[in-house]
């Protein structure tokens, strides 16, 4: 368990038997009312566990969270709703809390039913009350085809904001991505909460992409119970920032067959809303993941990519220049030396894309995987 975790906040991960004997059923729960912010896909083909966490998180306070993974229960009808309801009135039953106090989520395959005689055996036998939150037992619960575990625990002042998140595919999202929760003994009122939560997954995880797929299931929520005491918004935001860039960074090198992790910098834009709109679309191209697997300075592959944001009139090649780390690949001459250093920079570990697009002042920052062998391995395979 970490030393370092949010007070107030209790947890148990236990083994439903959903596809087989590792765990994957969690909840954490706050000691005391919170506040709450949320967001969730946009999907039109969401499950039950987002149209339940939706209404629960409407009034702005929640107890906390119960979550499955290995099965996604979308796509399942009115039985899965149903079954959705028990899990989460039984969790709350037992707990001495009503079913709308708790956000619920839910992460793996489409199309099939929770085992509920095995669920409702696991459910039976939970011992309460909830022990202090390991949120890292928590973290690793939740994976499906992860890799590692995604937790991260942070100070801000006296108080500490802890969280957890899963995922390595089907990441492209509109609001957030994946499943992340963060949980807070730091003091917001809700309204600030919600300001601070909505810019800080502007600039993380929605700006994230593994393989331009959105999930059915994605949810992002933060819990703020308040015993350690009120907090300073600008440290909290930017401390909350900090530690969901690196859960991002975290999901980006963790993508379904990655290799390697991959940065798009986006500056000189007309705005904000370019830049990332220009990352998005370069750091998407299987061209480029593929270049950037195979340490290929092809940047003009980064180049084809630009100008596919074909709307965007402002955009001129001549005044746009591209670099692979530190060096100029674009305008500059193409040279043994520049494709060499451009070469070296790839078979890092990270790869860092510049663009300057020399039209104004917008910046932003995108984050995805490279493409490999791998993710087709695993999607091929994926329920079989």
């Given at each position: ?11 148990r ?5 959903i596809?087989?004997a ?37 009034a702005?306070e ?14 399942t ?13 039984t ?23 929770y ?17 202090e939150?390991d ?12 890799t ?6 942070l ?39 919600d ?6 997954v502007?600039r ?5 992409s ?34 969901a ?29 370019q ?58 001459p ?23 697009l ?14 490999t ?12």
């Amino acid at each position: 368990m970490s030393s370092l975790s949010p007070r107030g906040f209790r947890s148990r991960t236990a083994a439903l038997g959903i596809k087989d004997a590792a765990d994957d059923f969690t909840v954490v729960l706050s000691e005391v009312p919170a506040a709450v912010s949320a967001v969730f896909t946009r999907s039109r083909f969401v499950g039950p566990s987002v149209t339940l966490s939706r209404e629960s998180t409407a009034a702005g306070e929640a107890r906390g969270v119960v979550i499955i993974a290995r099965n996604a229960n979308v796509a399942t009808g009115a039985e899965g709703m149903a079954n959705a309801k028990e899990v989460r009135a039984t969790v709350a039953e037992a707990a001495g809390l009503s079913p709308e106090e708790l956000l619920i989520a839910s992460t793996g395959v489409i199309g099939r039913q929770y085992p509920m005689d095995r669920v409702r055996d696991g459910l039976s036998e939970l011992q309460w009350p909830l022990p202090e939150a390991d949120l890292p037992a928590a973290a690793k619960a939740i994976m499906t085809t992860d890799t590692v575990a995604k937790h991260v625990a942070l100070p801000c002042g006296d108080a500490t904001i802890g969280a957890i998140a899963k995922g390595v595919g089907m990441i492209e999202p509109n609001m957030a991505t994946l499943l992340v929760f963060f949980f807070t003994d730091a003091q917001l009122d809700q309204p600030a909460l919600d300001r601070v939560f909505r810019r800080v997954v502007d600039r993380t995880f929605n700006a994230l992409s593994i393989d331009t797929d959105t999930s059915t299931s994605d949810s992002a929520a933060i819990f703020a119970n308040g015993l350690a005491g009120p907090v300073d918004e600008a440290e909290f935001e930017s401390v909350l920032y900090k530690a969901a860039l690196q859960l991002v960074r975290k999901i980006a090198s963790d993508g379904e067959g990655a290799s390697k992790l991959i940065e798009v910098r986006v500056v000189g834009a007309r705005d904000d809303a370019q830049a990332k709109r220009v990352g998005k679309t370069v750091v998407n191209s299987p061209l480029v993941k593929t270049a950037v697997h195979g340490a290929d300075p092809n940047w003009g592959r980064v180049a084809m990519a630009i100008g596919k944001c074909e709307d965007d009139l402002d955009i001129d090649p001549s005044h746009v220049v591209i670099r692979f780390g530190e060096t100029e690949t674009y305008p500059a001459p193409v040279t043994d030396e520049v494709l060499a250093a451009a070469t070296s920079h790839l078979k890092s570990d990270e790869v860092v894309i510049t663009i300057d697009l020399g039209i104004a002042a917008g910046e932003f920052t995108v984050y995805g995987c490279d493409l490999t062998d791998g993710y087709i391995r695993i999607n091929a395979d994926y329920t079989t």
